[in-house]
Nanobody, 124 residues
Framework: QVQLMESGGGLVRPGGSLRLSCVAS????????MAWFRQAPGKEREFLAS????????YYAESAKGRFTISRDNAKNTVELEMTNLKAEDTAIYYC?????????????????WGQGTQVTVLS
């Protein structure tokens, strides 16, 4: 099965930017739609963005639209989440996930494979 590993998290000031990366290993990466979620302490896992197998079609949650950009490189087996104008409420663990389809407002149960997550902390 596909294995996913996120990187790129860290501590950033409000208004700053981060680029998260997720590298996949195992079965052909292009066979999976990919998504990013996040989970803040005491809250449910929240969908942020997903992208189709080809990378041609991205989907965003309202909370991510305009500030976050999802992209993938099937030649490098990577999916990235570019985050700009970060706010304190963006503080969470960010996860990438692989599944059978992309779309809006995916439920976590629709994704088959998950990374371990990377912490993003936005703090002034």
């Amino acid at each position: 099965q596909v294995q996913l590993m996120e990187s790129g998290g860290g501590l950033v000031r409000p208004g700053g930017s981060l680029r998260l990366s997720c590298v996949a290993s195992g079965p052909p990466f292009s066979g999976y739609a990919m998504a990013w979620f996040r989970q803040a302490p005491g809250k449910e896992r929240e969908f942020l963005a997903s992208v189709s197998r080809s990378g041609a079609t991205p989907y965003y949650a309202e909370s991510a639209k305009g500030r976050f950009t999802i992209s993938r490189d099937n030649a490098k087996n990577t999916v990235e989440l570019e985050m700009t104008n970060l706010k304190a409420e963006d503080t969470a663990i960010y996860y990438c996930a692989a599944g059978g389809h992309a779309g809006y407002n995916l439920d976590p149960i629709e994704l088959d494979h998950w990374g371990q997550g990377t912490q993003v902390t936005v703090l002034s």
